[in-house]
């Protein structure tokens, strides 16, 4: 496994629209999604989408199952590999909060996403994943997907007075220099 440097903004690689993953149960896509793991876990992050890596793929992981010490009042996310999502959200309600981004390094920002979602895609065999989900999961997926059409979290940002470097706003954070 290898942990990889991770793409920051600027970089024009994160503002792809990402190719759907065409062969499932390769031995690439498993060294991949082991990599992206390594990487993610390297710098606790709650999840990753390949193009962050520079690879152009419709493949995303989150969660690990454990609560994630970047947002200790989240609830636990399962472990996820998540190849060709579609996100569908469930009703009309939003939820504001504070997200920050591997690829945004030191700035955290208030994102309005939906609430609840169903997300479906396939798993690394190619066998589907079906869920409905609320809360922080729908915000992860959500945030994770948004990096396959070539968004960043600052571009869903719609208050830029809640929108700063992370050691500012959340002093306590501060020690993990990758947020």
Not at 4 to 15: A, C, P
Not at 34 to 61: K, S, W
Not at 91 to 119: A, F, K, N, Q, T
Request: proline letters at 8%; aromatic letters at 10%; charged letters at 25%.
């Amino acid at each position: 496994m290898a942990v990889y440097d991770i793409l920051k903004m600027g970089d024009s690689r994160l503002l792809r629209i990402a190719q759907p993953v065409q062969a499932f149960d390769t031995p690439q896509l498993h060294q991949l999604a082991a990599d992206m793991f390594e990487t993610m876990n390297a710098v606790n992050g709650a999840g990753l989408a390949a193009p962050q890596i520079g690879v152009d793929l419709q493949v995303v992981i989150f969660g690990t199952g454990q609560s994630n010490p970047r947002y200790p009042d989240a609830a636990p996310v399962p472990r996820t590999v998540l190849c060709n999502p579609v996100i569908t959200p469930l009703g009309d309600e939003e939820e504001e909060d504070w997200e920050g981004c591997l690829s945004v390094p030191g700035l955290r920002g208030v994102v309005p996403r939906w609430r609840r979602i169903h997300y479906r895609g396939f798993d690394l065999y190619g066998d589907p994943i079906d869920r409905e989900v609320e809360g922080f999961h729908a915000r992860v997926v959500q945030h994770e997907c948004d990096h396959l059409i070539g968004k960043l979290y600052p571009m869903r940002v719609r208050d830029f007075t809640r929108f700063g470097f992370t050691d500012v706003l959340f002093p306590g954070l501060a020690a993990f220099e990758d947020d």
